[in-house]
């Protein structure tokens, strides 16, 4: 399963913990499914920026590449 690291001491902590088992500090309910979410949001939006800056850019790329 994935590994988390504590926000506090750096420990690794398991998905499915509630403490950490390091210095135990409490951990949100689901602090694993946010981490995922987040990553999924912020790669829809890289997906959207590619798509807008092809969009954008000129289809011909001569004054960039030279001749
Ligand atoms: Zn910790």
Do not use: Y
Request: hydrophobic share 45%; net charge positive; aromatic share 14%.
């Amino acid at each position: 399963m994935s590994m988390l690291t504590c926000k506090h001491c750096g420990g690794n902590i398991e998905a499915q913990q509630s403490t950490c088992p390091n210095c135990g500090i409490p951990l949100p309910p689901n602090h694993a499914t946010q981490k995922q979410r987040t990553f999924i949001a912020w790669f829809i939006l890289l997906l959207i920026f590619c798509f807008f800056m092809m969009m954008w850019l000129p289809p011909d790329w001569s004054p960039f590449v030279g001749q």
